[in-house]
T-cell receptor
């Protein structure tokens, strides 16, 4: 069975500080990992996916199969980064998503 | 980007009644849509995959007779909660995949169901 674990419910950092949102997964097949973000009063939207290997809004995430992790990182947090972040594992071609419980990121001035 | 809209955004019903929630892709065609359920302060749980022109595929533990899904067109999927009970109260969210953006899902704003 697949599982996504986000150990932190809330992460509070100061503006300009580095951010790391942790995500670990359990899956017997070849994983497709995503990060979704939900800003206040907005719908869930894709932030990035591991196959793209790109940086979005300064965020990056590297898939580490040895550690079964897909941590989300940003070197310098901005106030507008405050949101709920969900790590998700895709199966069935990547579209059937199993979500983690989410981490609320709060960037303080 | 692609837009997915849900209606109603909020509904209250009496126990024993049925409630229909619509999910529409506004500017693209979606052969596949997904329905999720989210309890307060918990994660989204995939309930079923809605396929245009065919039967929905339900995740393990989801009652297909309780949660009826119809995907009659390429832009509309409906979720009907039949004989609703208070334990069905939840936030229901749909998502759709645009064929032009394989792998990216677009989410609706969600529908909050409260069963009295």
């Amino acid at each position: 069975a697949q599982r996504v674990t986000q150990p932190e419910k809330l992460l509070s950092v100061f503006k300009g500080a580095p951010v790391e949102l942790k995500c670990n997964y359990s899956y017997s097949g070849s994983p497709e990992l995503f990060w979704y973000v939900q800003y206040s009063r907005q719908r869930l939207q894709l932030l990035l996916r591991h196959i793209s290997r790109e940086s979005i809004k300064g965020f990056t995430a590297d898939l580490n199969k040895g550690e079964t992790s897909f941590h989300l990182k940003k070197p310098f947090a901005q106030e507008e980064d405050s949101a709920m972040y969900y790590c998700a594992l895709g199966r069935g071609g990547g579209n059937k998503l199993t979500f983690g419980t989410g981490t609320q990121l709060k960037v303080e001035l | 980007g692609a837009v997915v809209s849900q209606h109603p955004s909020w509904v209250i019903c009496k126990s024993g009644t049925s409630v229909k929630i619509e999910c529409r892709s506004l500017d693209f065609q979606a052969t596949t849509m997904f329905w999720y359920r989210q309890f307060p302060k918990q994660s989204l749980m995939l309930m079923a995959t809605s396929n245009e022109g065919s039967k929905a595929t339900y995740e393990q533990g989801v009652e297909k007779d309780k949660f009826l899904i119809n995907h009659a067109s390429l832009t509309l999927s409906t979720l009907t909660v039949t004989s609703a009970h208070p334990e069905d109260s939840s936030f229901y969210i749909c998502s759709a995949m645009s064929g032009a953006n394989t792998g990216e899902l677009f989410f609706g704003e969600g529908s909050r169901l409260t069963v009295l």
